[in-house]
């Protein structure tokens, strides 16, 4: 069972990227997934979480308004949509899935409420 993360790189302040996440070897259908960031020297922090139908999804407020997280149930993949992007978004960003299944309203992720976990992405944004 796999998460990879991928779709990170160098951008200047304003620009967006778009993050995947890729899970093999399971479906991830039912769970909720979770994107996370860790900057360099801090913990990592939630950034945004979808609902195992796609249909509720949940903002830290560093990413309310810049960040849109959503899930190809399909494709099994999980996206992170980031727009105006600052230097303090400059992390290695993670896809985790949550422990329970069928989480029906999208609320704040717990590291220790996460099953599986992806390797990480580099985003780097310059000023």
């Known amino acids: 069972v796999q998460l990879q993360a991928s779709g990170g790189g160098l951008v200047q302040a304003g620009g967006s990227l778009r993050l995947s996440c890729a899970a093999s070897g399971r479906t991830f259908s039912s769970y909720g997934m979770g994107w996370f960031r860790q900057a360099p020297g801090k913990e990592r922090e939630f950034v945004a979480s979808i609902s195992w139908s796609g249909g509720s999804t949940y903002y830290a407020d560093s990413a309310k308004g810049r960040f849109t997280i959503s899930r190809d149930s399909a494709k099994n993949t999980v996206y992170l949509q980031m727009n105006s992007l600052k230097p303090e978004d400059t992390a290695v960003y993670y896809c985790?899935?949550?422990?329970?299944?069928?989480?029906?309203?999208?609320?704040?992720?717990?590291?220790?409420?996460?099953?599986?976990w992806g390797k990480g992405t580099l985003v780097t944004v310059s000023s």
């Open positions: 985790a899935a949550e422990k329970v299944p069928f989480t029906v309203v999208a609320g704040p992720l717990m590291e220790d409420g996460m099953d599986y």
